[in-house]
């Protein structure tokens, strides 16, 4: 079934537990922790998940690769999901699968004593299902949409704009139509799937017209971003 109930994130680069505990507090539905582009390394994972913890938020970790060890380090340390960069194929796809799931599904190594399993003091659940998006960030991707969002195990097709407006950009004819209908392009592979779409926005404005588009998963601003924005408001007063 096509999920329909919007689910407002935001994304966190700073690698800071109080800004992953606030985002939580304010009740957003997910928040993203950013490896690939965010200001510290993986050892400040756990202390955000931490701080998330007893919240209905959903943390959504982005490895920088797809490594699998460390998509199964960071889905140990109580990650509700994972996110991929540039996933360009099916094939790319069912990698970041076999990452996540146990078997039979897929690799994932098994340990009880994992924080995600309370250190040993919880049952394991054997059919413990991660989120896991596959990020669409180029013309390729774009026209294998359809291939990647049926790949069993992927939740979410989730757009990255910069990379894929800079990627669409480098081509000096158009392989899949403008970014506006890679979008949409997008949108309907996933929803052609029963899959979600997700995209990140840079402000408020955008938030309507891509749930008009059909995207669910909407990740609004950074914790960088934020920042820097309230900070070039006071400077502007002066």
Same mark, same amino acid.
């Given at each position: 079934?096509?999920?329909?109930?919007? &689910?407002?994130?935001?994304?966190?680069?700073?690698?800071?537990?109080?800004v992953?505990?606030?985002?939580?507090?304010?009740g957003?539905?997910?928040?993203?922790? %950013?490896? *690939?582009?965010?200001?510290?390394?993986?050892a400040?994972i756990?202390? &955000?998940?931490?701080?998330?913890?007893?919240?209905?938020?959903?943390?959504? /970790?982005?490895?920088g690769a797809? $490594?699998?060890?460390?998509?199964?380090?960071?889905?140990?340390?109580?990650?509700?999901g994972?996110?991929?960069?540039h996933?360009?194929? =099916?094939?790319?796809?069912?990698?970041? /699968?076999?990452?996540?799931?146990?078997?039979?599904k897929?690799?994932?190594?098994?340990?009880?004593?994992?924080?995600?399993h309370? $250190?040993?003091?919880?049952?394991? *659940?054997?059919?413990?299902k991660? @989120?896991?998006?596959a990020?669409?960030?180029?013309?390729e991707?774009?026209? +294998?949409? =359809?291939?990647?969002? +049926? /790949?069993?195990?992927? %939740? /979410?097709?989730?757009?990255?704009?910069?990379?894929?407006?800079?990627?669409?950009?480098?081509?000096?004819?158009?392989?899949?139509? @403008? $970014? *506006? *209908?890679?979008?949409?392009?997008?949108?309907?592979?996933?929803?052609?799937?029963?899959?979600?779409a997700?995209?990140?926005?840079?402000d408020?404005?955008?938030?309507?017209?891509?749930? &008009?588009l059909?995207?669910?998963?909407?990740?609004?601003?950074?914790?960088v971003?934020i920042?820097r924005?309230?900070? &070039?408001?006071?400077?502007?007063?002066?």
């Amino acid at each position: 079934m096509i999920p329909t109930n919007p &689910q407002i994130g935001t994304w966190l680069s700073l690698g800071s537990p109080v800004v992953a505990e606030l985002a939580a507090l304010c009740g957003f539905d997910w928040a993203l922790l %950013d490896l *690939e582009h965010g200001c510290d390394s993986e050892a400040a994972i756990p202390s &955000q998940l931490r701080a998330m913890r007893g919240s209905p938020i959903r943390g959504i /970790v982005r490895v920088g690769a797809p $490594y699998a060890d460390l998509i199964a380090r960071a889905l140990d340390w109580g990650a509700s999901g994972i996110m991929v960069p540039h996933v360009d194929s =099916a094939a790319e796809a069912a990698a970041l /699968v076999q990452a996540a799931y146990y078997a039979p599904k897929g690799r994932r190594g098994f340990s009880r004593s994992v924080r995600a399993h309370d $250190y040993g003091l919880r049952v394991p *659940e054997a059919a413990q299902k991660p @989120t896991l998006m596959a990020q669409i960030e180029s013309a390729e991707a774009v026209r +294998n949409a =359809a291939e990647i969002a +049926n /790949v069993d195990g992927i %939740d /979410v097709l989730f757009v990255g704009p910069a990379d894929l407006q800079f990627d669409l950009d480098t081509h000096s004819i158009p392989i899949h139509g @403008t $970014y *506006e *209908e890679s979008l949409r392009a997008v949108v309907k592979a996933a929803h052609s799937a029963g899959k979600a779409a997700g995209i990140l926005v840079r402000d408020l404005s955008g938030i309507s017209h891509h749930l &008009q588009l059909g995207f669910t998963w909407v990740a609004v601003e950074s914790d960088v971003a934020i920042l820097r924005k309230a900070y &070039q408001l006071i400077l502007s007063s002066k």
